[in-house]
């Protein structure tokens, strides 16, 4: 017996079924792939780090999204939820349905045990397609650690790392600082 087929669908299928399911699917290349729950420290590290952009960036031109906001990368077929990006300026929408934008500014992931070497490896490959976006950010819920990479003018990326809970790093895109100890607040890793 061999592996079951695998059954591809087009963007146009995957949006429709989507759009009517109670669960959330990535989309790549053809294929959906669910999308687990996340962890209490997951969950934590959300909370705080979205508290403290919406505050921050309360009345500006850039805005931060939850998890719930699907990014789509026409470059490369990739329909996927961050979970949270930072869009500046007009969300630029696939169509009149308005769930679905292609100019993210900022992507920050919070990365889980199941998730980390995607969201690391292939998932920023496919990220790097997006012309609109300035940094990808990193926060680890198992330890305490951000990984943020910039995109240089040559369109290669500059990688900062922060491991101390004392750290603050600035999202140049938004001109704000971040503090660890904010984000990690209250979360036991």
Same mark, same amino acid.
């Given at each position: 017996?061999?592996?079951?087929?695998?059954?591809?669908i087009?963007?146009?299928?995957?949006?429709?079924?989507?759009?009517?399911?109670l669960?959330?699917?990535?989309?790549?290349?053809?294929?959906?792939?669910?999308?687990s729950?996340?962890?209490?420290?997951?969950?934590?590290?959300?909370?705080?780090?979205?508290?403290?952009?919406?505050?921050?960036?309360?009345?500006?031109?850039?805005?931060?999204?939850?998890?719930?906001?699907?990014?789509h #990368?026409?470059?490369?077929?990739? !329909?996927?939820?961050? +979970?949270?990006?930072? @869009?500046?300026?007009?969300?630029? /929408?696939?169509d %009149?349905?308005?769930?679905?934008?292609?100019?993210?500014?900022?992507?920050?992931?919070?990365?889980?045990?199941?998730?980390?070497?995607?969201?690391?490896?292939?998932?920023?490959?496919?990220?790097?397609? #997006?012309e609109?976006?300035?940094? !990808?950010?990193?926060? +680890?819920?198992?330890? @305490?650690?951000v990984?943020?990479? /910039?995109?240089? %003018?040559?369109?290669?990326?500059l990688?900062?790392?922060?491991?101390?809970?004392?750290?603050?790093?600035?999202?140049?895109?938004?001109?704000?600082?971040?503090?660890?100890?904010?984000?990690?607040?209250?979360?036991?890793?």
């Amino acid at each position: 017996m061999g592996l079951p087929e695998t059954k591809f669908i087009t963007q146009e299928q995957y949006l429709e079924a989507e759009r009517a399911a109670l669960d959330k699917h990535e989309y790549y290349g053809g294929e959906i792939f669910a999308m687990s729950g996340a962890s209490l420290p997951h969950n934590m590290i959300f909370k705080n780090t979205y508290g403290e952009l919406c505050a921050k960036l309360k009345g500006k031109k850039c805005q931060p999204f939850g998890s719930d906001l699907r990014i789509h #990368i026409p470059n490369n077929s990739l !329909y996927t939820y961050p +979970d949270i990006s930072i @869009i500046c300026g007009k969300p630029e /929408t696939t169509d %009149d349905t308005m769930d679905t934008i292609t100019n993210p500014s900022v992507i920050i992931e919070i990365l889980s045990k199941s998730t980390r070497n995607y969201d690391k490896g292939q998932k920023f490959t496919l990220y790097r397609d #997006i012309e609109s976006l300035k940094e !990808y950010i990193l926060i +680890d819920s198992q330890t @305490i650690r951000v990984e943020k990479y /910039t995109r240089n %003018d040559d369109n290669s990326w500059l990688l900062r790392d922060y491991q101390s809970i004392d750290d603050v790093f600035m999202i140049e895109t938004i001109n704000e600082q971040m503090m660890l100890s904010e984000i990690y607040l209250d979360v036991m890793c």
